[in-house]
């Protein structure tokens, strides 16, 4: 009986032995996304890209950190969000920032971390990545491997005929009015994107989950917000650049010009497609960098990297649906929308900025020529994300604000 006990026992070692050698990766995964303690989400968000499939987009081969021209009291002491006054450093400490940088004129102001992120280390930036996703279609439009905006998208995926996108312009699709039905619910477990999430955990491809949704309207009526429509930028940005990856291109236009200190990586689905919905990581200093390349109207250093028309068609929301209001029937969000940048409820002169899960931002206010990065590990903020972003965006507001009286008094 007791040798029974000890073959019994070898056998369950050895089964246990060969399902860790094939489905280990998976079981790490499936252990790293369920764990929800707060106290390890900053730390969480800075390994993430380790636990997935991914590409490196490697740093500028001649890295140039910014100038630097450091101030105390760089934000107010307050601010007022939906008629409330709230404390600027409690705010801060509240959404558990990880790191803030401010530049204001293209000279870091302020910079700072917090919750184990250092300068030179990585974050998960989640749909911060839709914003530079953005800037991709921007540059590939420019080199002229996209005609333009407003053709079809099955111009250039014509596997995609007969799908929900089969209607869709480019431009629909970047400013997420294609019709494409897509539950995002984040609170439940039943919805489209849960569905999204579990067949990237165990690897697999994206394409044939795009193709199987459906329409709920025609494209160009109204805004719903569909992180799929970004993954199928995603997918037209792969098709029009062959050979190279979208992360190599980020390299060539974007990483390497902009002088760039830290590698930066995307997630990929397990064929080598980039998560464009929200699967970069990359360190603060340089998303700050990509900011004031936007501020600069895609200038950088006598260079004209990224064409001013897209820089600014991309931020400037236009149609009905994609302007900014709390009763614009047309929106299913009080932002503003362009092409995957956010624009404020309510504007203070030309701004905008990309957002992400969680609490990332890259804010950019032209009047104060401020741009803001910010990380954190908001715990909070899933539960009330659009209440959270609006938070975030009065916060921002105050600095942009506050800089502009500073420099006229």
């Known amino acids: 009986m007791k040798r029974l006990g000890i073959i019994s026992l070898v056998f369950v070692l050895l089964i246990a032995a060969v399902v860790g050698g094939f489905y280990g990766h998976f079981v790490e995964r499936i252990i790293f996304v369920l ?3 707060k106290d390890l989400m900053a730390e969480n968000f800075r390994i993430t890209d380790t636990k997935f499939n991914h590409h490196i987009i490697l740093k500028s081969s001649l890295p140039q950190p910014l100038p630097r021209k450091l101030e105390e009291n760089v934000w107010p002491e307050t601010f007022e969000s939906h008629g409330e006054i709230i404390n600027s450093d409690d705010f801060l400490k509240l959404v558990q920032t990880t790191g803030l940088v401010i530049l204001e004129n293209g000279h870091v102001i302020y910079e700072d971390y917090w919750h184990g992120l250092t ?3 990585r974050q998960f930036a989640f749909s911060v990545a839709k914003s530079m996703t953005s800037i991709m279609v921007g540059f590939a439009i420019d080199d002229g491997l996209i005609e333009n905006v407003n053709d079809p998208v099955v111009k250039y995926l014509p596997n995609f005929k007969g799908s929900a996108w089969d209607k869709a312009t480019i431009a629909n699709m970047l400013e997420m009015s294609s019709g494409v039905d897509f539950d995002e619910d984040y609170s439940r477990t039943d919805t489209d994107m849960m569905r999204f999430q579990k067949g990237f955990l165990f690897d697999k491809p994206i394409e044939p989950f795009l193709l199987a949704l459906t329409s709920k309207n025609e494209p ?3 805004q719903g917000y569909n992180s799929m429509e970004t993954q199928m ?9 062959g050979e190279k990856s979208i992360s190599d291109y980020m390299h060539e236009k974007l990483w390497q010009p902009l002088g760039t200190q830290d590698d930066a990586t995307w997630t990929t689905d397990i064929t080598g497609q980039e998560i464009t ?4 990581s990359m360190s603060l200093r340089d998303v700050a960098k990509v900011g004031q390349m936007m501020l600069q109207r895609g200038q950088w250093q006598g260079q004209q990297l990224l064409s001013e028309s897209w820089v600014l068609e991309s931020t400037t929301p236009v149609k009905p649906y994609q302007l900014p209001g709390r009763d614009n029937p047309l929106s299913e969000k009080p932002f503003g929308y362009g092409y995957l940048w956010w624009t404020p409820v309510d504007p203070n002169g030309r701004e905008f900025y990309a957002s992400g899960l969680h609490g990332q931002y890259l804010f950019v206010n032209e009047p104060a020529k401020l741009v803001v990065a910010l990380y954190s590990a908001n715990p909070n903020f899933n539960d009330k994300p659009d209440w959270w972003k609006e938070r975030y965006e009065d916060f921002f507001q105050a600095i942009a604000k506050m800089r502009v009286n500073k420099s006229v008094n």
């Open 35 to 37: 764990n929800d303690d």
């Open 119 to 121: 300068a030179p280390q």
């Open 220 to 222: 160009g009526i109204k």
């Open 233 to 241: 930028a995603g997918m037209l940005l792969s098709a029009v650049l």
């Open 277 to 280: 919905i929200g699967g970069l």
